[in-house]
Antibody, heavy 119, light 108 residues
Framework: QVQLVQSGAEVRKPGSSVNISCKAS????????ISWVRQAPGQGLDWMGG????????HHAQKFQGRLTIITDESTKTGYMELRGLTSEDTAIYYC????????????WGQGTMVTVTS | EIVLTQSPGTLSLSPGERGSLSCRAS???????IAWYQQKPGQAPTLLLF???NRATGVPDRFSGSGSGTDFTLTISRLEPEDFAVYYC?????????FGQGTKVEIK
């Protein structure tokens, strides 16, 4: 049974970057597509982008093109999401999520990482 | 870009009542690419249904899904106290995913 454990809360200044990790434990990693989803305070879910570790192919939502990087380290079964050029609008909880083995839904989520962007 | 519009924004119901949540797409979609999630306060979302109508592991059978084309529905047959939460529909579009804005099911 795979579990996803994310890194802890972050506070950043406007214009800076944040890097969040998502470590998989208890099961295979490389064949599962991992996505990142964020949720601003009191708002809904917003898919940011995803990657298939075994291929290393990233896909990003248009709104994050150019400032989002998603990578994986198969040796440690860890995924990383870097978001650059932070503004206060990037203040949100960031989740990693695993795509299902036999379907396209996200059947497992990390616990979330709160990122606060403040001067 | 596909847009998913959920309605109503808030659904006020009593325990034991039936709830129907709508997810309307801006264009016709394959039902195999529709999922529903439940999110409780302070928690990560959890998968309820995939392929529009298939329950995820451990999901009670009071949750059911239906629909095709542009209209999809999540039905909760008899609301239990633990079902009061926010529900999101989601579409998978090849290499991207889109969420609806959510429906909050609150206690009346």
């Amino acid at each position: 049974q795979v579990q996803l454990v994310q890194s802890g809360a972050e506070v950043r200044k406007p214009g800076s970057s944040v890097n969040i990790s998502c470590k998989a434990s208890g099961g295979p990693f490389s064949r599962h597509s991992i996505s990142w989803v964020r949720q601003a305070p009191g708002q809904g879910l917003d898919w940011m982008g995803g990657i298939i570790p075994i291929f290393g192919t990233q896909h990003h939502a248009q709104k994050f093109q150019g400032r989002l990087t998603i990578i994986t380290d198969e040796s440690t079964k860890t995924g990383y999401m870097e978001l650059r050029g932070l503004t206060s609008e990037d203040t949100a909880i960031y989740y990693c999520a695993k795509r299902g083995t036999y379907n396209d839904a996200f059947d497992l989520w990390g616990q979330g990482t709160m990122v606060t962007v403040t001067s | 870009e596909i847009v998913l519009t959920q309605s109503p924004g808030t659904l006020s119901l009593s325990p034991g009542e039936r709830g129907s949540l709508s997810c309307r797409a801006s264009e016709s979609l394959r039902s195999t690419h529709i999922a529903w999630y439940q999110q409780k306060p302070g928690q990560a979302p959890t998968l309820l249904l995939f392929g529009a109508s298939n329950r995820a592991t451990g999901v009670p059978d009071r949750f059911s899904g239906s629909g095709s084309g542009t209209d999809f529905t999540l039905t909760i047959s008899r609301l239990e106290p633990e079902d009061f939460a926010v529900y999101y529909c989601q579409h998978y579009g090849g290499s991207t995913w889109t969420f609806g804005q959510g429906t909050k099911v609150e206690i009346k």
